[in-house]
């Protein structure tokens, strides 16, 4: 059964550093896309970065997080790493790694068809 494992998730003070991590496993094939999503309490969810490995394989980023964050990966298209720096109060909320394993998606689209269970970063002044 295909699962995503995250991790990093911790509590840390304004203008500090995490770095979470995602690991897919039970795959068969590489995903279309994976990428990090984030859920403030009494708000919507956000894409915060993606991979998106079909149609010119490109990295898109929210524009809050721009500059401070950048998401990476090894030889694997099954592993990425969030690196977050500069950590402001907003950035508090629970992050998700997800990814497109759908065969049938279209060309450079990046539809979520699997999730974690959830990494929670705490930002605090």
């Known amino acids: 059964q295909l699962q995503l494992v995250e991790s990093g998730g911790d509590s840390v003070q304004a203008g500090g550093s995490l770095r979470l991590s995602c690991a897919a496993s039970?795959?068969?094939?590489?995903?279309?896309?994976m990428a990090w999503f984030r859920q403030a309490p009494g708000k919507g969810r956000e894409r915060v970065a993606a991979?998106?490995?079909?149609?010119?394989?490109?990295?898109e980023y929210a524009t809050s997080v721009k500059g401070r964050f950048t998401l990476s990966r090894g030889n694997s298209k099954n592993a990425v790493w969030l690196q977050m720096n500069d950590l402001k109060l907003d950035d508090t909320a629970m992050y998700y790694c997800?990814?497109?394993?759908?065969?049938?998606?279209?060309?450079?689209?990046?539809?979520?068809?699997?999730w974690g269970q959830g990494t929670q970063v705490t930002v605090s002044s």
């Open positions: 039970g795959y068969t094939y590489d995903p279309n896309c």
């Open positions: 997800a990814a497109d394993y759908n065969l049938g998606s279209y060309v450079g689209a990046c539809n979520p068809t699997h």
């Open positions: 991979f998106i490995y079909t149609g010119g394989p490109r990295t």
